[in-house]
């Protein structure tokens, strides 16, 4: 599932909220993900508070 930003506040997300470096993506995943479903690109986990 591809959300796009500002409907989701990845402080409320349990499990795994994604960025794609590529495209920009946003996507949230209960598995561990390491591509963007949307173009294939490596995506980091930003679900991680970093304030
Ligand atoms: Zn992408």
């Not at 996507?27 to 963007?36: A, P």
């Amino acid at each position: 599932m591809v959300l796009h930003n500002a409907s989701i506040d990845p402080h409320k997300s349990t499990h795994g909220y994604y960025e794609c470096q590529a495209c920009g993506a946003r996507t949230t995943s209960d598995h561990r993900l390491e591509t963007c479903p949307a173009c294939g690109g490596d995506v980091r986990n930003i679900a991680v508070a970093r304030e």
